[in-house]
């Protein structure tokens, strides 16, 4: 008995050495996503106001550019997964290659090849392992994120969608990210950010009857204010899902900490029980041995005595 009690104070030593490190962690995302939530807000409304800015370039005017123009016959697609650098937070990468893999079936089943663009090291090494191909992928900022990081990201997808199908372009690009709902909340969405959807103004118009549109002149022209704001929108857009995917990461591993402390300190109970359990029996063991030694000897010497 003595060994299992061994066994077991090194158990809890053990899991309570552990229990620090998954506290400290979780201590760690808390603070974090404090951060992370102000940078989102921030963020939102200049890619949101920066989003009516396009539209309205787009709707005010007759330019059939590149970037809001929807190919009559979609031949190719590129899809930006965002996942994390880091595990230890859940189901949070896992669901986001999920909804991608969703995201891809639909795509080829409208006959669309898919051209996978990752960012974190969870999905190139989900891609990496199953040898399927990546055009580009970024690592190494996705817990913080800045607008240069999301800069170096839109920057080939922008060159791919101004490319010429048949020189190896793509006519869609779509998003795939986790959406910062709360605490407790975090949703894989997949988002198409181009061609620039503009089903939303004509809406607005009729839900406001009697009311006038504006009208717009551009300098030097419509196709140039194009040229000029819709790469700056891919960017705020994607710069935005970033902060998003970085506030659910830091969630997601807060309560994946949370949850680890918690079976911990459960673990370190049950170890304590079983150690009590295994410490009384030693006593107990040993107060017999006294006693039938102390009987083995009162028996021996009342035999000597007759």
């Known amino acids: 008995m003595g060994a299992q009690l061994r066994v077991y104070k090194r158990r809890i030593k053990s899991v309570s050495a552990t229990k620090k490190i998954t506290k400290a962690m979780e201590m760690i995302a808390a603070s974090r996503i404090v951060k992370a939530q102000r940078q989102v807000a921030a963020s939102t409304p200049y890619a949101s106001e920066l989003t009516r800015a396009v539209t309205a370039v787009a709707t005010g005017s007759n330019t059939k550019h590149a970037l809001t123009t929807e190919v009559e016959k979609p031949v190719r697609a590129a899809v930006?997964?965002?996942?994390?650098?880091?595990?230890?937070?859940?189901?949070?990468?896992?669901?986001?290659?999920?909804?991608?893999?969703?995201?891809?079936?639909?795509?080829?089943?409208?006959?669309?090849?898919?051209?996978?663009?990752?960012?974190?090291?969870?999905?190139?090494?989900?891609?990496?392992?199953?040898?399927?191909?990546?055009?580009?992928?970024?690592?190494?900022?996705?817990?913080?994120?800045?607008?240069?990081?999301?800069?170096?990201?839109?920057?080939?997808?922008?060159?791919?969608?101004?490319l010429e199908t048949a020189e190896g372009g793509v006519d869609e690009l779509h998003i795939v990210y986790t959406e910062f709902v709360s605490m407790m909340t975090q949703n894989p969405v997949g988002n198409r950010l181009l061609p620039l959807s503009l089903e939303k103004a004509p809406a607005e118009a009729e839900a406001t009857p009697g009311r006038i549109l504006p009208l717009y002149d551009f300098?030097?022209?419509?196709?140039?204010?194009?040229?000029?704001?819709?790469?700056?929108?891919?960017?705020?857009?994607?710069?935005?899902?970033?902060?998003?995917?970085?506030?659910?990461?830091?969630?997601?591993?807060?309560?994946?900490?949370?949850?680890?402390?918690?079976?911990?300190?459960?673990?370190?109970?049950?170890?304590?029980?079983?150690?009590?359990?295994?410490?009384?029996?030693?006593?107990?063991?040993?107060?017999?041995?006294?006693?039938?030694?102390?009987?083995?000897?009162?028996?021996?010497?009342?035999?000597?005595?007759?």
């Open 219 to 306: 300098e030097p022209s419509a196709e140039g204010v194009l040229d000029a704001l819709l790469p700056r929108y891919v960017e705020s857009r994607i710069y935005n899902a970033l902060l998003q995917a970085a506030a659910s990461e830091h969630a997601a591993r807060r309560r994946a900490m949370k949850s680890a402390t918690d079976n911990a300190e459960e673990l370190i109970k049950s170890l304590k029980r079983l150690a009590n359990a295994a410490r009384q029996a030693d006593i107990t063991q040993e107060i017999s041995e006294i006693v039938g030694g102390a009987s083995a000897l009162a028996d021996a010497t009342a035999g000597s005595d007759k």
């Open 80 to 162: 930006l997964l965002v996942t994390s650098d880091r595990g230890l937070a859940g189901g949070y990468s896992s669901n986001a290659i999920k909804e991608a893999e969703r995201l891809g079936e639909r795509l080829r089943a409208e006959g669309k090849e898919v051209v996978t663009y990752v960012v974190g090291r969870k999905g190139v090494a989900y891609y990496g392992f199953r040898e399927r191909p990546v055009a580009q992928s970024w690592t190494g900022f996705t817990d913080s994120p800045t607008y240069a990081d999301a800069k170096r990201v839109a920057g080939p997808l922008i060159d791919a969608v101004q």
